[in-house]
Nanobody
Framework: VQLQASGGGLVQAGDSLRLSCAAS????????MGWSRQAPGTKREFVAA????????VYADSVKGRFTISRDKAQNTVSLQMNSLKPEDTAVYHC????????????????WGQGTLVTVSS
């Protein structure tokens, strides 16, 4: 499985940004796709995840109500719509896959792809 995130950039606080992840490979209903982020000098932080089949979603408390994860099964893509961005959202965002379903723990994901940088200025 290969994953490539895109869509990052420099925005101001309060702005919106939409990230996309192109995924190669075959995915099954039990698989989960997730987003994580990592700011310089910090641990990878879970952001959101979606179950490939049912489309059920989970979010970190820090982004709940502001971010929305979605997936397009026909295109094999996962998106992250980010609204009301804050400076503390600044990080490199990665998309990943977990073959055994959704998890809030980044280390439990099977693969994280290359990320895209999101910078939010105050």
């Amino acid at each position: 499985v290969q994953l490539q995130a895109s869509g990052g950039g420099l925005v101001q606080a309060g702005d919106s940004l939409r990230l996309s992840c192109a995924a190669s490979g075959r995915f099954y209903s039990s698989h989960a796709m997730g987003w994580s982020r990592q700011a310089p000098g910090t641990k990878r932080e879970f952001v959101a995840a979606i179950r490939w089949g049912a489309g059920t979603t989970v979010y970190a408390d820090s982004v709940k109500g502001r971010f929305t994860i979605s997936r397009d099964k026909a295109q094999n893509t996962v998106s992250l719509q980010m609204n009301s961005l804050k400076p503390e959202d600044t990080a490199v965002y990665h998309c990943g896959v977990r073959f055994r379903g959704v998890s809030y723990i980044p280390e439990e994901y099977d693969n994280w792809g290359q990320g895209t940088l999101v910078t939010v200025s105050s």
